[in-house]
């Protein structure tokens, strides 16, 4: 029994493989051995920066202002390629390290007065521009109308409460200071489109409001309900963009009956109808808002029955926390039952069976955020001043964004050529714990090239850090490709 569900399985994969073939989204596998395919991979990475460059930066932001013991290199060599043993490292053991790796003496007094608002800015400005001069990667084609395919969350961790004016938190049990992390990017070429850090209180929907700049004719933006008020969504389709989330359950939601009136929609009368009739899902136009009534299409999904009772469960525990007596009413219940969707592409952009699918694409980032905080360690930083704290995690993110633009060349290169998933949490360990020096070798000591590296990390990631799937659910790649293909 175990041996015909794997062979399904497989089958399955295979056919689907055949057509991402057929539609062109990935090249047919190859049949040649290891050394003819790396040669046959556009591998060329240029090194984001040189020394000169950063020597010249550092002048720029006037970290550096005349000749001395540090220059733009050497701190850009001790703040981002030794960023691992910062969490722990006094300012005296950095003045040992930088003794014994660069053979120059400077004491933790002047290293101390190095992490002031200049150097801040400095790394500030390695990041800006290596986010504007992000390599071009092998890119999933869309059939669709949408340029890009964005997704975006934030991650928080707590820091000292010395910070609370800075980055103030939730308050709680823990720290009152806590700092949050925007990040999107494209889901199809990989590029970062927004990597910034604010107080933890600067609220998602904020955000997305200071950042809808970003946007772009064309894009397809899937978010979380706390970034998507009515007003950002208005103003996604102003842009002339799309939009893809979930309805918050303060939103109302109207239909129109009799030409121009609006009445609120029944979703008890909706849940009924779904299961007498078997619909997993159906499509209605809504209208969004008391006031606003913002047209949109809604997408509603039946769910699973132990979904609901789990989602009811943790309303039941909500009230009982908050001391209300007020029992559930039948209409949360109905909508509890229920996954609201609404996006303003049309059904031949996005099938309303493939809404849900391309929706789930959004939880990818939250592996990104565990491999930032398990791997990288990027919210273990011990009590220091500010700029030296700011200074801290800077040198993670410049990492970090040089990490992603390799493991997401590597994943790409591998899905599109081969068929193979990259697991990011693998190669990122690999990466972050045994390949940090290589790098240091090609972008601050030009001991070797990135080429090299890159067929090298390329050879070890198709061996051992392919992604293990479980049963028949697909990888992140094969549920975007699917849900382009329509």
């Not at 969350?153 to 949050?180: H, L, M, W």
């Not at 525990?317 to 609201?340: C, G, H, I, T, V």
């Amino acid at each position: 029994m175990l041996k015909s569900v794997c062979v399904a399985a497989r089958s399955d994969r295979q056919n689907f493989l055949k057509t991402c073939v057929r539609y062109n989204f990935i090249k047919k596998k190859s049949r040649f051995k290891l050394a003819e395919l790396l040669e046959n991979i556009d591998f060329i990475i240029d090194p984001f920066f040189t020394p000169e460059e950063l020597n010249q930066l550092a002048r720029k932001t006037q970290f550096v202002h005349r000749k001395g013991k540090i220059d733009g290199s050497l701190f850009f060599d001790l703040i981002v390629f030794h960023s691992e043993a910062l969490k722990s490292q006094s300012l005296n053991d950095l003045s040992a390290s930088f003794k014994v790796k660069n053979h120059i003496e400077i004491t933790k007094q002047s290293l101390h007065e190095r992490f002031n608002k200049n150097a801040l800015d400095f790394l500030k400005e390695a990041l800006k521009r290596m986010l504007k001069k992000q390599l071009t990667t092998p890119q999933i084609k869309s059939p669709k109308s949408f340029n890009r395919i964005l997704i975006k969350d934030s991650t928080c961790f707590q820091v000292d409460e010395s910070f609370v004016k800075d980055y103030p938190g939730s308050g709680g049990g823990g720290s009152k200071a806590s700092i949050r992390i925007q990040f999107e990017y494209d889901v199809l070429s990989g590029n970062i489109n927004d990597l910034s850090i604010n107080a933890f209180n600067e609220q998602d929907a904020k955000d997305s409001l200071a950042t809808i700049n970003l946007t772009r004719m064309g894009d397809l933006i899937i978010r979380d309900l706390a970034y998507m008020s009515l007003a950002v969504l208005q103003l996604i389709e102003t842009w002339t963009a799309y939009y893809l989330c979930r309805t918050s359950p303060s939103v109302h939601v109207f239909e129109k009956q009799n030409d121009n009136e609006y009445h609120m929609m029944d979703f008890v009368t909706i849940q009924q109808y779904m299961k007498k009739h078997g619909l997993n899902c159906l499509e209605k136009e809504a209208y969004l808002g008391k006031k606003e009534k913002f047209t949109t299409r809604l997408i509603i999904y039946l769910l699973p029955e132990e979904e609901v009772a789990k989602r009811i469960r943790k309303a039941e525990f909500n009230n009982k926390k908050k001391k209300s007596k007020k029992p559930l009413s039948k209409e949360y219940k109905a909508r509890a039952a229920l996954n609201l969707f609404v996006t303003n592409a049309n059904s031949d952009e996005i099938p309303m069976e493939k809404v849900w699918s391309l929706y789930r694409l959004r939880w990818q980032i939250e592996l990104i955020f565990k491999i930032w905080k398990s791997v990288c360690h990027i919210e273990k930083v011990k009590k220091v001043k500010q700029h030296r704290l700011e200074c801290y995690i800077f040198s993670k993110l410049i990492l970090i964004v040089l990490a992603w633009q390799i493991l997401w060349r590597t994943a790409q290169n591998l899905f599109l050529r081969e068929g193979k998933a990259l697991s990011f949490f693998k190669s990122s360990k690999t990466l972050f714990s045994l390949k940090i020096d290589e790098l240091r070798e090609i972008f601050i000591l030009r001991k070797s090239t990135m080429e090299t590296f890159m067929k090298n990390f390329y050879s070890l990631s198709r061996s051992n850090h392919l992604l293990e799937k479980r049963s028949k659910k697909p990888t992140s790649q094969e549920l975007l490709l699917d849900c382009l293909r329509g």
